[in-house]
């Protein structure tokens, strides 16, 4: 089946799941608008993310990688009156692009977005004794590891730790492909191997976004 079948068999669903969302619309027009990649998770993947986020009934989520705040807007909207989403991004024009998302949502008072490498930013989070039910890891994936490590570290018991884009179309299994971000997969591959305080699988997703897929990983 081509990719343009996955792409049209997710619009067939979401049109009948969905109702339309002009707040999720304007998000992806304005970070269109303001030249912003179009990185963001699909819809039907925003709402997988929502409904795992309601799974674990997370109070608390972090976020490594906001762009405009596509995906933040969908698992804020997962959190029950006086949940927090902490999300970080590098990019100061991202990052300006998801606040104004962000209140037209009016989800500001929800999401605290901490501007700056989520390398540095972790850490601190960490060293503020910060706690997360859920994380969503979808930044730079040479750091995917790093980061696992540190959302594990904050971890409740039963969180959920999700990281975007661990399959790229199969090119994760190529041997031959020594692109940085593949390797950063098969880094977070081998971090997450025998680490007995999760249990993790992968989820492939074929859709709008191609063939591609999540590491779900739930602590025990
Ligand atoms: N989660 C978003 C998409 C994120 S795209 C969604 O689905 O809607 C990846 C984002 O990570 C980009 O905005 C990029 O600027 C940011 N990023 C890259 N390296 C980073 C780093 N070291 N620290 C924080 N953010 C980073
Ligand atoms: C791409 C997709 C993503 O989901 C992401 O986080 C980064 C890059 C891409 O399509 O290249
Ligand atoms: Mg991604």
């Known amino acids: 089946m081509s990719e343009k079948s996955w792409a049209e068999i997710d619009r067939w669903f979401i049109d009948a799941l969905e109702p339309r969302d002009e707040v999720l619309e304007a998000a992806l027009r304005t970070s269109e608008a303001a ?3 179009p990185y ?40 029950p009156e006086g949940g927090r989403l902490i999300t970080c991004e590098a990019d100061p024009k991202h990052a300006a ?14 999401v605290e977005l901490r501007e700056g490498r989520a390398q ?4 601190r989070l960490r060293d503020e004794g910060r706690r997360f039910d859920f994380a ?8 995917n590891a790093e980061y696992f490590d540190l959302a594990l ?4 018991p039963g969180a959920a730790i999700v990281v975007d884009n661990v399959v790229r179309r199969g090119a994760v299994i190529d041997a031959d492909n020594a692109d940085p971000n593949i390797e950063g997969v098969r880094r977070l591959r081998e971090r997450v191997r025998n680490e007995v305080r999760v249990h993790a ?3 492939q997703t074929v859709g709008e976004k191609g063939h591609d897929g ?7």
């Open 136 to 143: 969503f890891i979808d930044a730079d994936k040479p750091s």
């Open 153 to 156: 570290a904050m971890a409740t």
């Open 35 to 37: 030249g912003l990649p």
């Open 120 to 123: 540095e930013t972790l850490p």
């Open 40 to 79: 963001q998770v699909s819809a039907a993947q925003g709402r997988m993310l929502f409904s795992m986020a309601r799974m674990v009934r997370a109070r608390t989520i972090l976020e490594v990688g906001t762009l405009g705040g596509y995906s933040t807007i969908w698992l804020a909207r997962a959190l």
């Open 201 to 203: 699988t992968v989820v």
């Open 214 to 220: 999540f590491l779900l990983a739930v602590m025990r």
């Open 97 to 110: 692009v998801a606040r104004e998302n962000l209140a037209r949502a009016r989800l500001s008072h929800v």
